[in-house]
């Protein structure tokens, strides 16, 4: 185990607690809880949240790749903000994937594609519209939901990383896409010295302990094409990682990627890093709603 990761683990998990006490399922939403989507007993596990009331069996799907630095984090931590997005009338399929120090990367990738073929096996039994899937990532979950992105848009990407990694699988289901996403307070650049990430924490989650070939995988901006999925990206003067999504808003310029970019807060309000998963903030309510809303403008009618 490593002290650097026990200390994030610590620290993230008692702000989690505080921000999530004395809250329950909402009345509106049903739940199915515990759901085994790979080989590991603990990690690979997952929820389903959806309206109650809602008529219609097959709802659009929003899958949440959770934040936490690589090494903290699964989806009790996220269950309160993920039916709030069912809520708004989504399927929400919130999973818990294997974490560093203990699994290095990409398993963290391998489990996002294990969830998406889970999505297509399941589709009919939770009410899964496969023809409308979109998925939010933050932090760390930003980042991961962004490389997954280019693993299945950049061919060359694909190729490299299968090549880097031969025993990882990163199999997903014939026809597989993701309608939008959103990138919330995330991490998008990586390079050998750098302020935001330690070296501490560069080894915990690559194996080579952070080689150039390594970082280079890692680094999701760099290999961003134009099949990247249109995307919502948001930051806010609090969050520690914000110059980093107006940067990757240039590379999608560049690569002629649509998306959305919202600035929430000011120097008044300034916010803070992942606000959007606090459902007691004001403003949380207003992102998450911008971005159900910018996901129902790409629902496809079937």
Known sequence: MSKNSDKIRYDFGSGDKKRDAGLTTPESVERFDDISYGPHPTWNLLDVYRPKNEVVNHLPVIAIVHGGAWVYGDKDVYQYYAMS????????????????????????????????????????????????????????????????????????????IKKMYPNANFSLPNGFKLNAIALNCGKY???????ILNNALIKDILAGGG???????????????????????????GDFLRKQSPRLTKIFDEKHVPYVYKYYGSKEQKLYHVFHCNMREPMAEICNDDECNFFKEHIKKN
């Open 85 to 160: 997005l069912a809520a708004r009338g989504f399927s929400v399929v919130n999973f818990s994937y294997r974490l560093a120090p203990e699994f290095k990367y990409p398993t963290a990738l391998e489990d996002i594609c294990k969830v998406f073929e889970w999505i297509y096996e399941n589709s009919d039994k939770y009410g899964l519209d496969t023809k409308n899937i979109f998925a939010v990532g933050d932090s760390a979950g930003a980042h991961l939901l962004a490389t997954f992105s280019n693993l299945y848009t950049n061919k060359e990407f694909n190729d490299s």
């Open 189 to 195: 650049f990586f390079k050998r010295f750098d302020a």
């Open 211 to 237: 080689k150039k070939e390594e970082l280079n995988f890692i680094d999701a901006a760099a290999h961003v094409t134009s099949a990247f999925p249109e995307s919502f990206v948001m930051t806010c003067p």
